[in-house]
Structure formats: C-alpha cells, structure tokens
C-alpha cells in the first residue's frame, strides 16, 4: 500500500515537468547506497520514518533511516526510471525480528519527492539546482542501533 503512495505523488510531480518523458519508480532491494551502476545517477535520503515490528506490533520512530534512489533517462526512447530502495529496521524487543518497511510522514514523503524532482532535472536533464529546500528535521533522542538498521549490516549508513 505504501508503495502506491510513492508513486501517486512521484507520478503527479513527473507531470509537472512538462518534459517529453515518461517516467516509472520500481522498488528494487537490489540496489546498493554508494553503489550506482554506470549510467545511474544517486540521490540518498535519509527521512523521519516509522517502523511497526510484525510480529509483537511493538512501533518505533527512528530519524535515522535511510532511502536511496537511483534514476536513469535514456533520452532517445523518452523513458527515465527511479530505482528505490527503503532499508529496513528490526524489532529490539523480538528474538530473529524481520526487517521491516519505513512508513514516512505524507508531508515529509512530498517534500523528498520534491527533492528527488529536482535531482531528476539536474542529473537527467542538465538544469541548474534552483533555490536551497529547507526540509523538516526531526530530532529524535536515542542510540542508533546498528545491529537492528539493515543499512548498517550492509556497510552503507551514516549513522554507524
């Protein structure tokens, strides 16, 4: 359900453009941070998220998540693809938890997909950065747990 949220409102912002492109967002957990292929341009985030364990319900919020985008316009077939990849967190509390799925704010996924836009028009199409978006930051006290941030184990979080 949530992915269908992405894509509603990347979708409407795409339009936006009034670009000769279309443009598609895939969930793919094959993607690495810091690891674009060639080709692929990297936008990395990192947004207030929630986390609900499936198996105890036991929900956190962690401001340390991570989201990574990898997007590629191939001009002569008016086609561009972002890659998303929302790394996981796992229950504290639960013995062999899964990786579960961000669930981020409606406003603070809309601000990002504004962002991603604009990264869009400066890796894909060659426009100038415009003005400096200043994002909500929210402040959450606590350790980072690396061994429950699958981006983390991967080698690939900033926060570890």
């Known amino acids: ?25 895939e969930f ?4 690495e941070a810091k ?39 191939d001009s002569p077939a008016h086609n561009g693809v972002v890659k998303v990849r929302r790394y996981k967190q796992n229950c504290k509390t639960c013995e062999g938890a899964t990786f579960e799925e961000p669930s981020v704010d ?3 996924l809309d601000d990002m997909m504004d962002k991603l836009i604009e990264k ?13 978006k200043f994002f909500r930051k929210k402040v959450l006290k606590g350790d980072h747990l690396s061994k429950h941030c699958e981006a983390c184990q991967k080698g690939v979080c900033d926060q570890r």
């Not at 992915?3 to 279309?22: A, C, G, H």
């Not at 986390?51 to 929900?59: A, D, E, L, V, Y």
Request: net charge positive; charged share 20%; hydrophobic share 35%.
């Open 28 to 31: 793919d957990d094959a993607i």
């Open 106 to 108: 409606p406003k603070d």
């Open 120 to 132: 869009i028009l400066v890796n894909c199409y060659g426009q100038e950065s415009s003005q400096p």
């Open 35 to 73: 690891r674009s292929h060639i080709g692929w341009k990297e936008y990395i985030r990192n947004p207030f998220s929630r986390f609900t364990c499936s198996i105890c319900h036991h929900s956190w919020a962690s401001s340390k998540s991570m989201v990574v985008f990898h997007m590629r316009l």
């Open 1 to 25: 359900m949530a992915s269908v949220t992405w894509n509603v409102i990347f979708q409407d912002k795409v339009q936006k453009l009034n670009k000769p492109d279309s443009w598609s967002m």
